[in-house]
């Protein structure tokens, strides 16, 4: 089945700093799905991208659907306490089914 | 307004016992989906209603598992005869509309299965 590779799988920053996380597959998808996941709740949508090529902005947030439809990445910039959490990217291939990578644990140091 | 809700928060179970985990949608939400979430990894799609009818049941991951939607509102997950494998997270999500690509899915927080 279809697989994604989420890297890195933990990154330690000081606050004020930019991060990257990327997301690569082995097929391709329809939709890239950013989500962020606190402890003991489900993960929440930071944002989509619909078409290859796509740059996307929510705020501090920027991401991007891979020309080729097999990878994605997101940005934060100027980093706060509160993007402590797990991000995860997701794929689409039709509507309905996600499937998640395995998650990038983010730590912010004050 | 109220989100996705899901009970019990946590269940504790024996290996062979059937245990059903139950669902409540976003109030108007057309379409619900069933994943699981292993500690370390991400949610692993298991299956996806449209209304009353599995759109996609293809994660389910053998006949032990079972879900069902009657009144195309609340649902539940039923496994049969579970196994310490089947500890994990199983979370819900609903959308708005009739599952289209654009759908945005809103997760409930999950209940924790730990089968002994």
Known sequence: ???????????????????????????????WLWYKQDPGEGPVLLIALYKAGELTSNGRLTAQFGITRK??????S????????????????????????????????? | ?????????????????Y????????????????????LGQGPEFLI???GTGAADDSGLPNDRFFAVRPEGSV???KIQRTERGDSAVYLCASSPTTGLATDTQYFGPGTRLTVL
């Open chain 1, 1 to 31: 089945g279809q697989q994604l590779n989420q890297s890195p799988q933990s990154m330690f920053i000081q606050e004020g700093e930019d991060v990257s996380m990327n997301c690569t597959s082995s097929s391709i998808f329809n939709t």
């Open chain 1, 71 to 76: 990878d994605s990445f997101l940005n934060i």
């Open chain 1, 78 to 110: 100027a980093s706060i306490p509160s993007d402590v959490g797990i991000y995860f990217c997701a794929g689409q291939l039709r509507a309905g089914k996600s499937t998640f990578g395995d998650g990038t644990t983010l730590t912010v140091k004050p």
């Open chain 2, 1 to 17: 307004g109220a989100g996705v809700s899901q009970t019990p928060s946590n269940k504790v179970t024996e290996k062979g016992k």
């Open chain 2, 19 to 38: 245990v059903e985990l139950r669902c409540d949608p976003i109030s108007g939400h057309t379409a619900l989906y069933w994943y699981r979430q292993s």
């Open chain 2, 48 to 50: 996806y209603f449209q």
């Open chain 2, 75 to 77: 649902s539940t997950l």
